[in-house]
């Protein structure tokens, strides 16, 4: 199973408060939906802009997927959440329309107007939002009398892409952090890259994407509902810019070692040199035997021969700092392969923040139990 992470080539923040002002460079995005206690209170709004570079997204697949099964998530880690008291959704759309970064931050004095802001794709008196004139199943930025705040697509005309909408909805105790399937958008953009199927389907480069509230919410005067939610950008100083992850099946289990069956086993990690570059691969390889073998009579040692896992074994990847798993068991795309020489997984070392440890974890099921193996086996990315 193979995990492969992204990181944006550009964000911003757009505000309907602040039409003209560009935020590329913030720390934060922000969608929010607030009614200002003003002598002449006016409801505002601000969405999100996250781009991925198509080159990179293309290159996944030329060169690493070899798997019909795929999918790709937009995970996104909260900063601060505000005024979410009732079921709130947020909506994520692919961007109709080039826009820009620009190299502004949140009330800049003066402001920042150089890159994408509510009215302008480029820059302040440069082209417009569309309005009117837009292309088919693409939703206008026409917006409750708010004119701008971007223009996104809702669908398409290919019938194996069934939803470019992707949401998620938060309550008051719910985990705030954002994490949604956008595959038939990656298929939409990877179809457009490649040209694929000219004159049958409608081609959309990859803009990026747009994340909202719901219609619902966004411009509304009722001050009991005022949700704010505010992630890291890719210009954080933290560990936590938002992240287009693609995931696949590499699984393969061809092997003729015997199969572990007790549950009282060690779980060792091979060709762990300990330190690896940002954008190297690895394949780590594990030894598994009894903890405590079966006493015969035999001239070779018995902690010489390696076993096969079970086929319902997976592994993790845990920040060693944060506790927070970067890659989490997953029965579909982190099942770990065997063949005759040990069992084995690949890491893609792209997706790991440089310059932090991590810790590999196992898991397995045997004989109805479930265990985790976590023997301190660690390795750190570097620069």
Do not use: H
Request: aromatic residues 14%.
């Amino acid at each position: 199973m193979a995990v492969y992470k992204l990181f944006p080539i550009k964000d911003a923040t757009i505000y309907s408060g602040y039409p003209a002002m560009n935020t590329g460079l913030d720390a934060l995005l922000e969608i929010n939906s607030e009614y200002p206690i003003t002598l002449t209170p006016t409801p505002r709004v601000a969405r999100s802009l996250i781009q991925y570079d198509q080159v990179e997204i293309d290159s996944v697949f030329d060169t690493k997927i070899s798997s019909s099964n795929w999918s790709s998530s937009l995970k996104t880690s909260i900063s601060v959440a505000e005024g979410i008291t009732q079921n709130s959704t947020v909506y994520i759309y692919p961007i109709s329309g080039s826009w820009v970064n620009g190299t502004g931050q949140y009330l800049d004095s003066p402001q920042t107007v150089n890159g994408a802001s509510w009215l302008f794709q480029t820059y302040s008196g440069s082209k417009k939002w569309a309005v009117d004139d837009i292309l088919p199943f693409t939703t206008s930025s026409y917006t409750s009398g708010n004119s701008g705040g971007g223009t996104w697509l809702t669908g398409s005309n290919n019938p194996s892409i069934t939803s470019l909408v992707g949401s998620q909805t938060f309550n008051m105790r719910s985990s705030k952090d954002l994490n949604v399937d956008v595959t038939d958008t990656i298929k939409l953009w990877y179809s457009s890259s490649k040209n694929i199927a000219p004159g049958t389907y409608l081609q959309y480069e990859n803009q990026g994407f747009i994340l909202k509230w719901d219609d619902s919410i966004e411009f509304t005067a009722n001050r009991s509902i005022q949700p704010i939610l505010k992630y890291y950008s890719v210009d954080t100083n933290t560990i936590y810019p938002p992240v287009l992850e693609l995931k696949w099946d590499d699984y393969s289990y061809d092997t003729t070692l015997n199969e572990i069956t007790t549950t009282d086993l060690y779980v060792g990690v091979d060709q762990n040199p300990g330190i690896f570059y940002s954008q190297s691969f690895n394949r780590f390889r594990l030894n598994v035997r009894p903890e405590f073998p079966v006493r015969t009579f035999q001239t070779a040692s018995v902690y010489t021969t390696n076993y096969a896992l079970p086929t319902a074994s997976y592994y993790a990847i845990q920040d060693l700092d944060t506790n927070e798993f970067i890659v989490d068991f997953d029965s579909n795309f982190t099942q770990i392969s065997c063949d005759n020489t040990s069992n084995y997984f690949d890491v893609y070392m792209n997706g790991l923040q440089p310059e932090r440890y991590y810790k590999i974890l196992v898991k397995t099921t045997i004989n109805g139990s479930i265990i985790v193996k976590d023997e301190d086996y660690y390795f750190k990315v570097i620069n």
